[in-house]
């Protein structure tokens, strides 16, 4: 993987989002390239400091203000309401919290910088300046997988799938390569009901092991505790 690539993916490595074998990519990378592995430090940190950061008191007299200025007739819906109205409920609410939360934190950082003047530097100040640039990069790319998601019931598994994989092992990382997490592990688990024995599993899994690519050993390891058969390693 090239540095842009795991960068892009480490604010789901964080969160434990990433499927079992991009995860193994990305660790991999990580083991060999000290930049990619600071710059998840210091996302890591900046992260922590902002968890840690106290809820502020609001100033007097700011409920009177709001009632004040919806009544003057500033309380019209806005372009973000209006574009969320239009839109079926179910894609609505997934569009609208990473769009809200990039609102709130644009909110909040206007209305504490009067109050407490520029921010005095400091050594986590451009580790924090990263992680808001990688939230907002986050947030649409969010908003952009919700757009595009289709209700599926699941990724289907060819009925000869396990026998075309004890043939080429690499055909179960050409067929799990596009996939999430969860349609990845549907996808291994309707390959698993095909193993019918613990031979046959055990079979594909050492395939799987002998092969070059990284994602494999990670697959066999799954494959293997949806089959229900305890790995061999």
């Not at 090239?2 to 990580?30: I, M």
């Not at 952009?144 to 599926?152: I, Q, R």
Request: net charge negative; proline share 9%.
């Amino acid at each position: 993987m090239t540095h842009g690539e795991v960068r892009a993916e480490l604010g789901d490595y964080l969160d434990g989002d990433l499927p079992v074998a991009r995860r193994a990519l990305v660790d991999a990378h990580l083991d060999a390239c000290t930049d990619c592995a600071s710059h998840l430090h210091e996302l890591r940190a900046a992260l922590d400091a902002l968890h840690s950061l106290g809820d502020p008191e609001p100033p007097p007299g700011l409920a009177d203000a709001v009632l004040a200025r919806i009544a003057a007739g500033e309380g019209r819906p806005g372009v973000l309401a209006r574009l969320l109205g239009g839109m079926p409920w179910d894609l609505r609410s997934r569009l609208a919290t990473p769009a809200l939360v990039l609102v709130s934190a644009a909110i909040l950082v206007l209305w504490l910088r009067p109050a407490f003047g520029p921010l005095a530097p400091s050594p986590t100040l451009p580790s924090l300046e990263r992680a808001l640039g990688s939230a907002k990069v986050l947030g649409a790319s969010a908003a952009l997988d919700a757009a595009s998601e289709e209700p599926s019931a699941g990724p289907i598994v060819p009925p000869q799938a396990l026998d075309e994989a004890l043939r080429d092992p690499a055909s179960v990382l050409r067929a799990t390569e596009a996939l999430g997490v969860a349609e990845q592990e549907a996808w291994l688990a309707g390959l698993a009901q095909q193993a019918g024995s613990r031979e046959r599993a055990l079979a594909l899994a050492h395939a799987l092991r002998g092969l070059p690519d990284p994602r494999a050993a990670a697959l066999a390891d799954a494959f293997l505790r949806l089959a229900g058969v305890p790995s061999s390693r």
